[in-house]
């Protein structure tokens, strides 16, 4: 069975880059058949998709990221980045890494969140 | 983007009701609509994939239905284990605001 593992740092100071990196096992992201993403949750809110790479390396982001955002795999380590730049305090959310069908873009694994923090 | 309204905001019922959820898209989506269930301090569940076909090991009081811009969760009879946030998705993108269903 799939698992993901989300890590990186807490903190984040505003204006800086938020980095991200989810371990996968039990799969890899290059087999064709899923895609591989971001969602993120606000302390109390709802969940907000943030951005997905197919396994032949498409990116497709949220547009209320797409200047900000890059998310990449690391195909010897058989892991996915999320790196978003310029924060602010709007960003602070637990971040979960996902897998998704690529068919239906259905999510069937989910990593267990990281609480990310955007706080000088 | 594809907005998805999720109806009611809140619904309070009994254990032993029966709850349905609205999930509205502003387009058409095709039946590429995922529900999932969050309990408080844990990692959302997938109930339903593709508007109707439920997940491995959910229970079967729980269905969906719709296509196009109009999709329902319903849970026959709640059970105590049920009460959570539920959270459509379309098309693995856009997730509506949520649905809390309380114990009344």
């Known amino acids: 069975q799939v698992q993901l593992q989300e890590s990186g740092p807490g903190l984040v100071k505003p204006s800086e880059t938020l980095s991200l990196m989810c371990s996968v096992s039990?799969?890899?992201?290059?087999?064709?058949?899923?895609?591989w993403g971001w969602v993120r949750q606000p302390p109390g809110k709802g969940l907000e998709w943030v951005g997905s790479m197919s396994s032949s390396g498409n990116a497709y982001y949220n547009p209320s990221f797409e200047s900000r955002l890059t998310i990449s795999f690391d195909i010897w380590k058989n892991q996915f980045s999320l790196k978003l730049g310029s924060v602010s305090a709007a960003d602070t959310a637990v971040y979960f890494c996902?897998?998704?069908?690529?068919?239906?873009?259905?999510?069937?694994?989910w990593g267990p969140g990281t609480l990310v923090t955007v706080s000088s | 983007e594809i907005v998805l309204t999720q109806s009611p905001g809140t619904l309070a019922l009994t254990p032993g009701e029966r709850a349905t959820l609205s999930c509205r898209a502003s387009?058409?989506?095709?039946?590429?609509v995922a529900w999932y269930q969050q309990k408080p301090g844990q990692t959302p569940r997938l109930i339903i994939d593709?508007?109707?076909s439920r997940a491995p090991g959910v229970p079967d009081r729980f269905s969906g239905s719709g296509s196009g811009t109009d999709f329902t969760l319903t849970i026959s009879r709640l059970e105590p284990e049920d009460f959570a946030v539920y959270y459509c998705q379309q098309y693995g993108r856009t997730f509506g605001q949520g649905t809390k269903v309380e114990i009344k």
């Open positions: 039990a799969d890899s992201v290059t087999r064709y058949g899923h895609y």
């Open positions: 387009q058409p989506v095709s039946f590429h």
């Open positions: 593709e508007a109707s």
């Open positions: 996902v897998r998704q069908r690529m068919v239906s873009g259905t999510i069937d694994a």
